[in-house]
């Protein structure tokens, strides 16, 4: 099955720094891939819908500018979390769609984000 | 908003017991899907049924679907406790698109005691 590496799995960092998270499909070619947020014990909020070679797609209510989003390669999509506050801290997960349909996804590990 | 609602929260049963799970959801879909996710993990992909079936297998799971109730389940027989996690079902994006979008409901917490 396709497989989806998501770096790093967890990260502490200090308020009002920046962090980047790395999304890679590892053995297909995602021309979409999706960010989400989960908060614990709740379901997955979907932030963004990232495009290869264009500007991502954002969720009503998610801040562009706050939450960065590159998809420079068919590969390969990032979140960076600028200028983070605590209540950023949150699991962050990607995921691509599959081939050959690209009806069902394939997640990677998530971020654990800690802003302190 | 989300689309599928699940219930119940949480599930706790013995091993060997079966776990049902429900789904339902608001809009026209072209398929269902339920996901697994393991503590602290991504979700992984359990099984998807389309909306002209009624059920389908796979393994110890089994998967309901009633379109006209708009509604799911998914039943795991002979549990273990290898199967504690939480599951969530999942729809395609308004308009029933198949791009890889999906709402994913708010999801049901098992846990299998040894």
């Known amino acids: 099955g396709a497989v989806v590496s998501q770096h790093p799995s967890w990260v502490i960092c200090k308020s009002g720094t920046s962090v980047k998270i790395e999304c890679r499909s590892l053995d297909f070619q995602a021309t979409t891939m999706f960010w989400y947020r989960q908060f614990p014990k709740q379901s997955l909020m979907l932030m963004a819908t990232?495009?290869?070679?264009?500007?991502?797609?954002?969720e009503q209510g998610v801040e562009k500018d706050k939450f960065l989003i590159n998809h420079a390669s068919l590969t390969l999509s990032t979140l960076t979390v600028t200028s983070a506050h605590p209540e950023d801290s949150s699991f962050y997960i990607c995921?691509?769609?599959?081939?050959?349909?690209?009806?069902?996804?394939?997640f990677g590990s998530g971020t654990q984000l800690s802003v302190l | 908003s989300q689309q599928g609602e699940e219930d119940p929260q949480a599930l706790s049963i013995q091993e060997g017991e079966n776990a049902t799970m429900n789904c339902s959801y608001k809009t026209s879909i072209n398929n269902l899907q339920w996901y697994r996710q393991n503590s602290g993990r991504g979700l992984v992909h359990l099984i998807l049924?389309?909306?002209?079936?009624r059920e389908k297998h796979s393994g110890r799971l089994r998967v309901t679907l009633d379109t006209s109730k708009k509604s799911s389940s998914l039943l795991i027989t002979a549990s273990r406790a290898a199967d504690t996690a939480s599951y969530f079902c999942a729809t395609p994006g308004a308009g029933g698109t198949s791009y890889g979008k999906l709402t994913f409901g708010q999801g049901t917490i098992l846990t299998v005691h040894p």
């Open positions: 990232s495009n290869e070679g264009s500007k991502a797609t954002y």
């Open positions: 049924i389309r909306s002209n079936e």
């Open positions: 995921s691509a769609s599959g081939l050959p349909t690209n009806e069902k996804l394939f």
